[in-house]
């Protein structure tokens, strides 16, 4: 199913770094009602490195998510990403998102080749019409996650693992140099938690930036090189892993349960 | 009755020029309708469908009263509509479908009283149900026209109506303007009902924007095939709905609409995959090998229920 081949792929092309790859600084986010949502979050994230947020449901982690993703609008603080506003570097097609897999209708009839071309709409014209180079885009990234034999299913027959290797597919051909990835683990197997550790390391070997969003304390610890530990709706600890991946941290964020991780 | 006379009965209808409008109108609604339908299902929006077309009665009234062609007043009420449902929602703690209801209800009533009020002119039951028999050569003209445009648009950037309906998040994430194709979506939604007026009437028309739709995402994997199927089925039950009626002597866009439900039905129990006989095939299948495989290994069967 997945072949050694995989690997032996040209590397990425190398990301342009100067300055910060993404910032967020002092952001108050509300809801609707006016209640706050996150309150005083900043992170500093440097081109080539992989930041690993981390949080129990509701503490404000997918609140963070869809504020640098340009989704809700902070009240007062900053997002910059590339040194413009998110919204900008969106429209660069510098930002590339691999969804939870909660977030997809699987049901829906489109294929895994569809869903990878969709990374490669912002690259074509308003007809999105793919040029030749589109297509190869797409047919490498396949090749990268290992999924080329399946690209004609359509996403439904796939399994949880695969469903996870197309999407990140999709970001790949969009080739921007910033990725978030909301809960990539979640219902993945062995093989596909090791193709997407290897091909974010490889993104970051390359300049790239990547944000994870993650309950798998195992994966942050062997390969994030920053956490960002969040709770009561704001960024409690940041820094790299092995200082802000302390008992005592984990503790604070998830109480006992978890604090067994870290040792 | 010989084999000649039986022909002659059967081609009758169209030796009547409104029977071949009639018949041409029919089946150029169901093509756009069900073009439309794909997406409409796939967004969920079949609630929004059947709420932009009751909201047009009002504008259809006044377009009427002050000699405007009937499709500017339901466009204009249909866009009221979808606007006022955007703004409400997003500024109050009452949910969508609420919204929803609340804003056509009202509009739609708005409409009756105008028509018990205001106008003899205007038949209530032909704006209803349709009157594609009856239908004028503006008429038609409007149809065409409207239809051509919207059903141009559509597919000229159904990708990224597509996207936009499959995951937003992405949309937005290369740039796209979620919010303009929101309301992209809803304006050839309102301008699609206002092409099927005619046809099948205000009630209707939610059975045109949702039913093809439906039968071809039971018939298929793949959109570009769905929006194939849903369109030769609906423009098949236009054609054939509008010829039946002319013998039943009834309501021209009910038999279109039955005809449409009865398809969606047959997809439903026949569908080669996702149809309700292939399912419980599949069921059956997978019983039977379990058991089989029980056969095979008389040891762990009693273990199985680990699997």
């Known amino acids: ?37 996150l309150r005083d979050a900043s992170l500093t994230l440097e081109h080539g490195s992989i930041c690993g947020l981390i949080g129990l449901n509701g503490s404000g982690k997918s609140t963070l998510f869809k ?62 019409i793919p040029k030749k180079q589109d297509l190869e885009i797409a047919r490498d990234s396949l090749e990268r996650v290992g999924m080329t034999a399946f690209k ?24 921007g140099q910033v990725m978030l990835l909301d809960e990539p683990f979640g219902g993945v197997d062995a093989t596909t938690e090791e193709v997407i550790i290897r091909l974010l390391t490889e993104l970051k070997n390359a300049g790239h930036t990547v944000l994870i969003s993650t309950h798998d304390l195992d994966s942050v610890r062997s390969f994030c090189d920053t956490v960002a530990l969040i709770a009561g709706r704001t960024v409690l600890e940041y820094g790299p892993t092995e200082q802000v991946f302390t008992p005592d941290n984990l503790m604070r964020v998830f109480g006992g349960a978890a604090s067994h991780a870290a040792s | 009755m010989d084999i000649a006379q039986f022909f002659q009965q059967a081609i009758a209808p169209f030796t009547y020029g409104f029977m071949v409008k009639a018949t041409l109108v029919s089946a150029l609604t169901g093509a756009i309708c069900a073009v439309l339908s794909c997406y409409v299902i796939l967004k969920g929006w079949s609630l929004m469908g059947d709420a932009v077309s009751h909201s047009v009665l009002p504008g259809v009234v006044i377009a009427y009263l002050v000699g405007l062609p009937f499709t500017v007043g339901a466009f204009a009420f249909g866009l009221l509509s979808v606007v006022s449902i955007g703004y409400i929602k997003s500024r109050s703690r009452v949910k969508e479908d609420t919204v929803i209801g609340v804003v056509f209800t009202t509009l739609f009533a708005l409409g009756l009283v105008m028509i018990s009020k205001v106008s003899s002119e205007v038949h209530l039951s032909h704006i209803l149900f349709g009157d594609v028999l009856g239908i004028s050569d503006g008429d038609v003209l409007q149809t065409v026209i409207v239809g051509t445009l919207t059903l141009t648009g559509v597919l000229m950037f159904r990708k990224d109506l597509l996207l936009f309906c499959f995951d937003p998040t992405h949309a937005r994430s290369i740039g796209l303007n979620t919010t303009f194709l929101y309301y992209a979506l809803l304006t050839v939604l309102a301008l699609t009902i206002v092409t099927a007026l005619q046809t099948v009437g205000i009630i209707l028309v939610v059975a045109m924007l949702v039913t093809p739709g439906a039968t071809a995402y039971l018939l298929t994997d793949k959109f570009s095939k769905m929006l194939v199927i849903a369109a ?36 439903f129990f026949f569908a080669p995959k996702h149809g309700m006989l292939a399912k419980s095939r599949e069921r059956r299948k997978s019983q039977l090998e379990d058991v089989l495989e029980r056969g095979n290994l008389p040891s762990s069967a009693g273990g199985m229920g680990n699997d």
């Not at chain 1, 027959?157 to 970001?171: D, M, P, V, Y």
């Open chain 1, 152 to 175: 004609d299913r359509q996403i439904g027959e796939l399994s949880g693992g695969q469903r996870k290797r197309a999407f990140l597919a999709r970001a790949l051909a969009q080739q």
């Open chain 1, 1 to 37: 199913m997945l072949n050694a081949h995989t690997s032996a792929r040209a590397p990425f092309p190398q990301a342009h770094s100067s300055g910060p790859s993404l910032k967020v600084e002092r952001v108050n986010v509300a809801y609707s009602e006016g209640k706050l949502a």
């Open chain 1, 67 to 128: 504020t640098i993703m340009g989704f809700l609008n902070p009240l007062s603080g900053t997002v910059t990403v590339l040194g413009r506003s998110s919204r900008e570097a969106q429209k660069a097609g510098q930002v590339s998102y691999v969804p939870q897999s909660e977030e997809v209708d699987w049901n829906f009839p489109v294929s895994v080749w569809d869903v990878v071309l969709m990374g490669r709409y912002g690259h074509m014209n308003r007809l999105r």
């Open chain 2, 232 to 267: 030769a089925s609906s423009v098949f039950c236009g054609v054939v709905g509008t010829y039946i009626s002319y013998f039943l002597d009834g309501a021209t866009g009910g038999c279109i609409v039955v005809l449409q439900g009865i398809l969606f039905m047959l997809a």
